[in-house]
């Protein structure tokens, strides 16, 4: 590998908001997401995660680490941290995603003026050319092929059938992650 996913590759961009959940990613293998606030699709090939203010002032605001999705199981929080049976959101469900190795970009991708990210769903050719986070943002002619692949994502998970996807109405969040809706984030 060149340090970048493969030009194919259909990647999660996912906020990091803490050095903690850094150390659990590299460590251990894996990243959560909140059902509650999780994207509509979670089988992608990689995750990057973009570091929030909550990082020194070399590392907030950038994404620098990425990993292999390997695979993703629902879970609550409780069975994620045994250590805190008492926290409000124990019971809580999340997706446990496991990842390959962390890998760090050659050179980070910062925000530039995007400060406020959740998800954002990006292709293999975006991620190893983008200069900024606003160069993740799937156009034109990708964003055939970026649709297409959670499409087919969601259809291989078993949540859709085949015959709804077209009536399905369009998820607003996912039009401005495509870049359809501007100003919307």
């Not at 959740?118 to 991620?127: P, R, V």
């Not at 200069?131 to 649709?147: C, H, P």
Request: proline share 6%; charged share 25%; hydrophobic share 40%.
């Amino acid at each position: 590998m060149n340090g970048y996913p493969p030009s194919t590759a259909l990647l999660l961009v996912a906020v990091m908001t803490s050095q903690r959940d850094l150390d659990i990613a590299r460590m251990l293998g894996w990243y959560r997401i909140p059902l509650r606030s999780a994207p509509k699709v979670i089988d992608v090939d990689y995750v990057a995660f973009y570091q929030t203010g909550a990082f020194g002032q070399e590392e907030r605001w950038q994404i620098s680490w990425f990993a292999a999705l390997r695979g993703h199981e629902l879970t609550t929080r409780a069975e994620l941290f045994r250590d805190e049976p008492n926290h409000p959101r124990a019971h809580e469900e999340y997706f446990r995603l496991q990842l390959g190795d962390l890998q760090s970009l050659p050179q980070p991708i910062p925000a530039g003026k995007w400060r406020r990210i959740t998800f954002l769903y990006t292709i293999g050719d975006l991620f190893s050319a983008a200069r900024s986070i606003d160069d993740l943002v799937v156009r034109s002619e990708e964003r055939n092929i970026l649709w297409r692949s959670l499409r087919d994502r969601s259809l291989q998970s078993g949540k859709y059938q085949a015959n709804e996807l077209p009536e399905m109405p369009l998820d607003p969040l996912l039009l401005a992650m495509l870049g359809e809706l501007k100003g919307f984030l």
